[in-house]
């Protein structure tokens, strides 16, 4: 049978190929709730303008109103031959108030009502994204507080480098989830524009009020250039870049749950509520929620390279290849909003162990910088002298299987004469962490000044 929309200039109807290659009700029926609503913007304009009657705007009104019910019951029939959502809550709309569903798609193209469908979804997600980084702050906030001076140690090239808080390790983690939620405010507010109105590609010879459906909706604006606005799936690419980036650091953090876990390190204890067994070894507590999230970001960043990819190249306007746009922003909007709720979940529940953190933190040769600072400041030696000093030193008590505390005052003196006493007040670790309370370092009295700023920030 040939179409209802078009049938007019088709003789027959599509292959069961076709019409398997073109639906995309499958997954575009996650926009019905954004399809009616910008249904029911169009329509009231349409009415505020004269170009409908105000008795086809009720009926369409109403109308609308019951399509969404049904759908929201689970009681709609969704069919693949009606293609996409657009197209299938038009036609139940027919079914229910007769030909006054089909004036709804005056001045109207389904390229400007996908384009808007489905920028309103991103921006509900990105509003929802925020959401989440903010509770993901305040879980790693609640861990910095807690352990403002917790030492550990810090490390580079996952070689032990300085002492550390843990306090200061976790807001590291809320600077990155930070800057991911302006990233999802800058890109909310550069998407928001309404590409209601911009019809096919060219614009419509019908008295519409952009501004009007606009407002309506939210936006701050119509977009300027109907062109664009069909053809413009920047929203989609930022909402994935965000995610990608954010993903990332995610998949940091996981990484260090994953080694801090383990036997060899045993930095921390995550929850049973997320940890796995194994079938096989009773012993076994596994990360696995960690894992999954540290993996996670693969198929978020696949979808944002499969997008620009699909984009790329594409002449203007609209091409139906942008029809693949929806399910890698599906798929990367899921799995983000599930990592960050176990992340949560894993950051809460998590325990530190402050006697391994600590020793941890004292071996390594971890104070050998204040050992050298030490000999700038109280000997007046310059720092690459003092460096070599220290390297001697960090030799000495390697070769004898210590660290540098354990070296006697006479040890240190053979090395250079100078050196009193005094110098083992600096090689502890909470001395190390307390002095280093330049701005932004990680001193405790610098983590619970930084511990207040986020909680004022959260509230
Ligand atoms: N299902 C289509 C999509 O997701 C809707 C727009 C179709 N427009 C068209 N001219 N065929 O992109």
């Known amino acids: 049978s040939s179409n209802q929309m078009w049938g007019g200039r088709f003789a027959s109807g599509p292959d069961a190929i076709m019409e398997a290659i073109n639906a995309s009700i499958g997954f575009d ?3 019905a709730r954004q399809d009616i609503e910008g249904s ?3 329509a009231a304009m349409l009415g505020a303008t004269g170009i409908l009657t105000d008795s ?4 369409i009104r109403e109308g609308l109103l019951t399509v969404l019910s049904e759908i929201e019951a689970g009681s709609f029939t969704f069919r693949a031959d009606l293609e996409d959502i657009h197209m299938n809550v038009e036609n139940r709309l027919r079914e229910l108030i007769g030909d006054a569903a089909g004036r709804l798609h005056t001045a109207r193209s389904r390229n400007d009502q996908v384009a808007l469908d489905f920028r309103l979804w991103v921006r509900d997600q990105l509003d929802a994204l925020e959401g989440a980084l903010t509770a993901l702050m305040s879980a790693y906030v609640a861990q910095a507080e807690a352990g403002a001076d917790m030492v550990m140690p810090g490390f580079t090239h996952l070689q032990t480098a300085q002492p550390v808080t843990w306090g200061h390790h976790m807001l590291a983690y809320v600077e990155m989830f ?3 939620r302006s990233r999802v405010r800058d890109a909310r507010a ?3 524009e309404s590409p209601l109105g911009a019809a096919a590609l060219a614009g419509t010879s019908f008295p519409i009020d952009r501004h009007m459906t606009a407002q309506a ?3 701050d604006r119509p977009s300027a250039n109907s062109l664009d606005a069909v053809s413009d799936r920047d929203f989609a690419l930022e909402f994935l870049s965000v995610a990608s980036i954010c993903a990332t650091h995610l998949s940091r953090f996981a990484e260090e749950l994953v080694i801090w876990s383990s036997a060899q390190f045993r930095f921390v204890t995550l929850s049973d509520r997320f940890s796995t067994g194994s079938s096989i070894m009773p012993q076994k507590k596994n990360p696995d929620a960690a894992e999954l999230v540290r993996a996670k970001v693969g198929r978020i960043n696949g979808a944002l390279v499969g997008l620009l ?6 002449p203007l306007t609209y091409s139906k290849d942008m029809q693949e746009d929806k399910e890698q922003v599906f798929d990367a909007a899921d799995s983000l909003m599930l990592a960050l709720a176990a992340m949560e979940g894993m950051v809460r529940d998590m325990t530190p162990r402050a006697e391994n953190l600590r020793a941890a933190a004292g071996s390594g040769f971890s104070t050998a910088t204040d050992l050298a600072d030490w000999l700038v400041r109280t000997l007046d030696m310059p720092f690459r002298e003092a460096h070599h000093v220290t390297g001697t030193l960090v030799r000495m008590a390697e070769d004898r299987g210590c ?4 070296l006697s005052l006479e040890d240190m003196r053979s090395v250079n004469a100078g050196i009193t006493q005094g110098v083992f007040e600096v090689l502890g670790v909470d001395n190390s962490v307390a002095s280093r309370a330049s701005y932004g370092g990680t001193s405790p009295a610098g983590v619970r000044a930084q511990v207040a700023r986020w909680k004022e920030d959260l509230a």
Do not use: Q, W
């Open 29 to 31: 029926k996650r926009l």
């Open 40 to 42: 029911r913007a169009h």
């Open 56 to 59: 086809d705007v009720e009926a």
């Open 178 to 180: 930070a800057r991911d």
């Open 190 to 192: 550069r998407m928001n």
């Open 217 to 219: 909706l939210g936006f």
């Open 309 to 314: 990819t699909v984009m790329k190249g594409l």
């Open 403 to 406: 660290d540098l505390p354990d």
